[in-house]
Each structure stands twice: as C-alpha cells, then as structure tokens.
C-alpha cells in the first residue's frame, strides 16, 4: 500500500487486482467519510448547525498543526522516524481531536431527536451518525487522512462520466472498471506529487 503499511490480513501479495481493491477499499476510503459531507450540509443554512460547524473546524485546525507525514524509505533509519512521525500524529490526535469528536457526538445525539428527518439539518445529522466510525476512523493511524477528499477528486473524471457506467456490458465489467480506474487515478496522483516535488529541483531551488 502507498506510504509503506501492510496489506490487510487475508490479502495475499499475488492478489488480483479486483480482489485487492475490493478488499483494501474499507481500509483505504473508511476514514472521515463523513466529514466533508457534513461540513457541506450543515452549511445549508440552518443557525442551529453552528455549532457542528465550529466542532468540525476545530478538527480540521489541529490537522493543520500535524507534522507532515514522511515519505517511505529504504534506510532503516529514515523508515522508523516515519514510523514516529505516524504515532506522534496519531497521538496529537487523541489528545487534542477525541475530545471534539465527542462533543460532537454528544451534539448529534441532543440534535437528532429534535431535527426533521427530511429536513436537510436532519439529514445532515443522520448521514454523520450513520458513518461515525468512519468518521472517527482516522484517530487509529497517524498515516490515515482526516477525510476522504484526496479519493474523491482523484474520481471525479469517474463521477462525471457516470452516465455512460450503464454500458459497461456486465456487472463484472463494471467491478473490473472501476478497481482499475482506482489505479489509474492513483497513478495520475501520484505523478503529480513527484512533479510537485522536482519543479523546485529543476529551478535550483531544491
């Protein structure tokens, strides 16, 4: 897996591709699924999400003073102050992000019982609920994003040619596409982190 981890248990090295997509999928797209979406629905308007919203910001300030994560490494040295750097982060976030996290829970739980379900506070409140171990995910491993929004703009070129996913001639088809629209997707990123990476190089600046 990217950044070095192991596969998950089960998950043989020699795993198709499909089967390793299918199987790591939880692992890799699990965590703050629900952030970003909640972030946005709360913002429909409604003044009693405000203070969901300050709960979210606060997650995402003290993402902003994480140390950066460290790229993998042959030297064993560099790869076990990777490896710190991930519990350091790991840590950070139970210290300074569980906390929030509950309050939000607790918010979620007096809210729900007075929001309308259609409504779109309401729905707001029942999508967070509904994924909140996805949601809280990210507290178990300092490598994991606090949401999803890297995996969804690496598909977006996917989302927008949705209408042409019902010609894909067969269910199977459609699983093989799209484990293999994960991996190009990846791919792309990661290019562009490199080329993000050598532009200084190339200008002297590195």
């Known amino acids: 897996l990217e950044g070095g981890h192991e596969l998950p248990p089960g998950v043989s090295p ?8 299918v199987r790591v999928q939880p692992l890799v797209l699990g965590p703050g699924v629900g952030l970003q979406v909640a972030l946005v629905a709360f913002e429909a308007g409604d003044a009693r999400a405000e203070q969901a919203l ?8 003290v993402e902003r003073n994480l140390p950066p994560l460290l790229p993998p490494s042959d030297d064993p040295g560099q790869e076990q102050r990777r490896r710190d750097r991930e ?3 790991r840590r950070t976030r139970e210290r300074a992000a569980r906390p929030v996290l ?10 729900r019982a007075q929001a309308l379900p259609k409504s779109a506070f309401g729905q707001a409140i029942t999508y967070s609920r509904n994924n909140w171990a996805a949601l ?12 999803n929004n890297r995996s969804e703009r690496i598909l977006r070129a996917v989302a927008l040619g949705r209408a ?6 067969s269910e199977g088809g459609g699983k093989t ?13 990661l290019v562009r982190r490199v080329t993000a990476q050598l532009i200084p190089v190339q200008h002297g600046r590195g």
């Not at 300050?54 to 300030?61: F, K, P």
């Not at 042409?164 to 001639?169: A, C, E, F, S």
């Open 14 to 21: 020699a795993a198709g591709v499909l089967d390793l997509v």
């Open 54 to 61: 300050a709960l979210i910001r606060r997650l995402y300030a």
């Open 87 to 89: 519990e350091q982060r």
């Open 102 to 111: 509950d309050e939000l829970d607790e918010w979620l739980n007096r809210e």
């Open 136 to 147: 809280c995910r990210y507290l178990d491993a300092g490598w994991l994003a606090v949401d």
């Open 164 to 169: 042409n996913w019902g010609v894909v001639g």
């Open 177 to 189: 596409a799209a484990a293999l629209y994960s991996v190009v997707g990846t791919c792309k990123d």
